[in-house]
C-alpha cells in the first residue's frame, strides 16, 4: 500500500465534497481524473483514505451491535467496474485490521451478495449501481438480505462524515492500513474461488425459493417440475422458451442465472458475457435495451435453431446485477421492444398476485379484499396502473418514499399488521423484490414473466394469465395461444413519464427542497385557479389533492408543501367521480445530483402525460427563480 500520510488534508476535503449519502448507496467518482466516463482502474490517493474510512465506519457499527460484533464476520464483493478492485483492497485490509473474519467475493452480483450475507450475518457491496463507469460506491447491510434502513443509515452517514472532515482522517486510515497482518489478508484473497462458490450455491438455493413461493423443499421441488415439465411440453408443440441477456459486462455474467435457466430446460442466448467488458451505457433503459431488442431480431432473422428463431424475451442488468428492465418480441409487428420500466413492474405485480392464488394462498373476487389480506408496497412515483391492478385481486396498494429501504421496510411494516406481502418495488426504477427477497433481482423479474407465459390451463386449474383476465373481467381477451404480447394489451391504461428520459431530470440552484415546495405551491395554487376551467373540459381534472412520502409515512391533503422535505411531493389529480386520473410528482435524487420530476395519466392519449410534465417543469423552474 502507499503511504496515506503524505495525502494533503485539501484533497480529502475535495474528495469528500463530492460523496453523494444516503441510504440506497454512497456514491461518488473514484476513477483518479475525476472524469464520470473514465474506465481507469486507479482512484488516487485521497480516495483511498475514504475508502479506508468507509470500512473502519462499517466495522465500528458492527461491532456497536451485540449479534454481529460477537460473530465479527462479514461478506466483501464488488461490481464489476474498474475502480472497484482498489477499493475492495482498501476494505478488506481495514476490516481483517480490525479483527473481522471477511468472506471475499469479488466480483458478485447484489442478490447473490445479499443472499450469502443471510448466513453470515452483514456485508459491504462495492458498487454504484447504474451510474457511469467511473462511479463508484458502497452498499452497506445486515443479515436480513437488504440494504440498512434509513434510520441505521443514517447513522454510519454521520460517523462517515465525522471521519472524513477530521483533521486526522489521513493519519487514522494510514494506521488502519499498516495495522493490517499481511498474511490474514493475503489469505483472504486465496479463498475468493471457495467463497464465490459458496456464495452462487447460497443464492441458487434462496432462489428458488424466491420464485417458487415455497420455503419447503419438496414444494420447491414440485413446482420446478412442473416448471420444467411445462417448457418441456411448449418446446414438444413448436414454441421453445428461449431467452436473451445482454450482460454488458456486469456482475451477473458470473452468476448463477445461465446454470439457472438450463436446470429447468430454458435456453438463455448471452451477449457481453465476459465480466468487467461493459459494452455500452450501463443504465438499462431506453437506447440501452436496443442491443438486446437487436439481438433478437437477429435471431428471429437468422437463427438457424426453433430456439433461436423463437427468443420472445430479452434482459438487460445493471453493473450490480440488481434490476434488469425488458425487451420483448412483438409478433403483429415482428420486431423486439424494450418496454418501459413502469411496464415491467406491472406485468411482475400481476404474475405474483396471480401465483398467489393460483397455489391457493389467496381467495379473490373482484371488488371485495382478498382473503387473507394482500397488500403491494411501491415507491410514490410507481404508475396508478398498480391501483387498478390491484383492486382485480382485493389487494390494497400502500407507498413509500423513492429509495429500495423505504419500499421494504413499508412491506415489513404491512406484513406485520397481518397483511401478505408477495411482490413490492419501486415501478419508476424497473424491477420488482419478491419476497423474501429484499432486494431487486433480474431472474425475479423474468421468472415472473416466464410463469404468466408457461403456467397455461390444465384440467385442474386456469392458468395465470387466464387467472387474470377473469378477476380482471376481460375474459375476451383470453385464447388458449396466447403471447406475452396478449398479456401486454390486458394491461390499464396509463401513460407515465420515465425516469431516464432528459425532461424528468431538472437542474436546479435551491438547496432547501421544503423552501422550493412552498414557493412552488403558490405558484400551481395560481396556475391551477387560472387554467382550472381547461383542466376540467379538456383533460377531465376536476380536482387534486397534495401528498407527501417521507420515508414510510405517506401524507395526504397536504396544506404545506415544504413539510415533505426532501421526499417526494405528490400533486394527484381526480376526474368528475372522485377517482383517481392522473399525477405530478418532485423529489430530489438521493444518488444523483438532479432534481426528479415525473407525471402519470389514465389513459393512452401520450398529450395529457406531456402537458402535465411540460407545465411541472414550468412551475418547478418559476418556483426556483424567485428564491
Known amino acids: 500500500m502507499p503511504t496515506l500520510s503524505e495525502t494533503p488534508s485539501g484533497d480529502i476535503e475535495s474528495a469528500f465534497s463530492s460523496m453523494i449519502l444516503s441510504a440506497s448507496g454512497w456514491r461518488k467518482v473514484f476513477a483518479v481524473s475525476g472524469n464520470e466516463e473514465d474506465s481507469t482502474p486507479k482512484i488516487g490517493e485521497a480516495n483511498q483514505v475514504l475508502s479506508a474510512h468507509m470500512a473502519n465506519v462499517f466495522a465500528d457499527y458492527l461491532l456497536s451491535r451485540p449479534e454481529t460484533a460477537e460473530k465479527k464476520e462479514l461478506v466483501l464483493g464488488l461490481d464489476s467496474r474498474p475502480t472497484g478492485t482498489m477499493i475492495a483492497d482498501v476494505m478488506c485490509r481495514i476490516f481483517v485490521a480490525r479483527g473481522f473474519t471477511v468472506h471475499y467475493l469479488g466480483i458478485s452480483a447484489a442478490p447473490e451478495i445479499m443472499a450469502y450475507a443471510r448466513g453470515i450475518g452483514a456485508f459491504a457491496y462495492i458498487s454504484a449501481s447504474h451510474n457511469p463507469i467511473g462511479h463508484n460506491g458502497v452498499k ?11 434510520t441505521e443509515a443514517g447513522k454510519l452517514i454521520s460517523a462517515y462524515r465525522s471521519a472524513c472532515t477530521a483533521g486526522n482522517a489521513v493519519q487514522k486510515a494510514d494506521e488502519l492500513l499498516r495495522s493490517c497482518d499481511t498474511h490474514k489478508f493475503e ?3 486465496a479463498a475468493e474461488a471457495t467463497e464465490k462458490k459458496k456464495a452462487l450455491a447460497a443464492y441458487e438455493s434462496f432462489s428458488r425459493e424466491v420464485i417458487s413461493g415455497e420455503s419447503l423443499a419438496t414444494k420447491q421441488d414440485a413446482f420446478f417440475g412442473m416448471l420444467t415439465h411445462a417448457v418441456e411440453e411448449l418446446r414438444r408443440t413448436g414454441t421453445p422458451v428461449s431467452l436473451v441477456a445482454d450482460f454488458n459486462g456486469s ?19 448471452g451477449m457481453n458475457e465476459k465480466v468487467g467488458q461493459i459494452a455500452h ?3 438499462p433503459e431506453g437506447d440501452s435495451l436496443l442491443y438486446c431488442a437487436h439481438e433478437i431480431e437477429r435471431l428471429h432473422q437468422k437463427g438457424a435453431t426453433a430456439e433461436e428463431r423463437g427468443a420472445f424475451l430479452g434482459y438487460m442488468p445493471d453493473c450490480d446485477g440488481d434490476r ?5 418480441w412483438n ?3 415482428q420486431k423486439a421492444e424494450p418496454l418501459e420500466a413502469q411496464e415491467v413492474f406491472a406485468l411482475s405485480v400481476i404474475a405474483e398476485l396471480s401465483h398467489l392464488a393460483y397455489l391457493g394462498h389467496i381467495k379473490c373476487q373482484n371488488g371485495k379484499q382478498a382473503v387473507p389480506p394482500v397488500a403491494v408496497a411501491i415507491n410514490d412515483p410507481t404508475s396508478l396502473r398498480i391501483e387498478a391492478i390491484a383492486a382485480a385481486f382485493g389487494a390494497r396498494v400502500e407507498r413509500a418514499e423513492v429509495g429500495e429501504s423505504n419500499v421494504v421496510n413499508l412491506a415489513r411494516k404491512l406484513r406485520s399488521e397481518g397483511s401478505i406481502v408477495r411482490i413490492l418495488g419501486e415501478g419508476s426504477n424497473g424491477g420488482n423484490i419478491t419476497h423474501p427477497a429484499a432486494v431487486r433481482d433480474p431472474l425475479n423479474t423474468v421468472f415472473a414473466l416466464l410463469k404468466l407465459i408457461v403456467i397455461r390451463d390444465t384440467s385442474e386449474k386456469i392458468g395465470l394469465f387466464h387467472l387474470w383476465c377473469t378477476l380482471s373481467e376481460q375474459e375476451a381477451r383470453y385464447k388458449a395461444d396466447f403471447t406475452l404480447t396478449d398479456i401486454l394489451a390486458s394491461l390499464p391504461s396509463f401513460v407515465t ?14 438547496v432547501d427542497h421544503a423552501i422550493l415546495k412552498r414557493k412552488f405551491q403558490a405558484v400551481f395554487i395560481r396556475e391551477w385557479e387560472n387554467r382550472k376551467t381547461e383542466m376540467e373540459h379538456t383533460y377531465h381534472l376536476h380536482s387534486w389533492t397534495a401528498i407527501s412520502n417521507n420515508g414510510i409515512v405517506q401524507t395526504e391533503g397536504l396544506t404545506d408543501f415544504g413539510l415533505s422535505g426532501k421526499g417526494g411531493l405528490k400533486i394527484q389529480f381526480f376526474d368528475a367521480k372522485n377517482r383517481a386520473a392522473a399525477y405530478i410528482w418532485m423529489r430530489g435524487s438521493g444518488t444523483e445530483p438532479v432534481f426528479r420530476i415525473l407525471a402519470d395519466a389514465r389513459g393512452n392519449d401520450v398529450s395529457v402525460e406531456r402537458m402535465l410534465l411540460s407545465w411541472l417543469t414550468r412551475l418547478v423552474l418559476e418556483a426556483d427563480g424567485e428564491i
Open 331 to 333: 409478433e403483429q409487428k
Open 497 to 510: 413519464t420515465s425516469v431516464y428520459e432528459k425532461d424528468a431530470m431538472l437542474k436546479i440552484r435551491t
Open 281 to 283: 451505457r450501463i443504465v
Open 324 to 328: 434488469g428492465n425488458i425487451v420483448v
Open 251 to 269: 456482475a451477473r455474467a458470473c452468476s448463477i442465472d445461465r446454470a439457472f435457466f438450463a436446470s429447468t430446460g430454458i435456453t438463455l442466448f
Open 140 to 150: 452497506f447491510g445486515l443479515g436480513d438480505g437488504g440494504v440498512l434502513d434509513g
Open 187 to 189: 489469505a483472504v484473497i
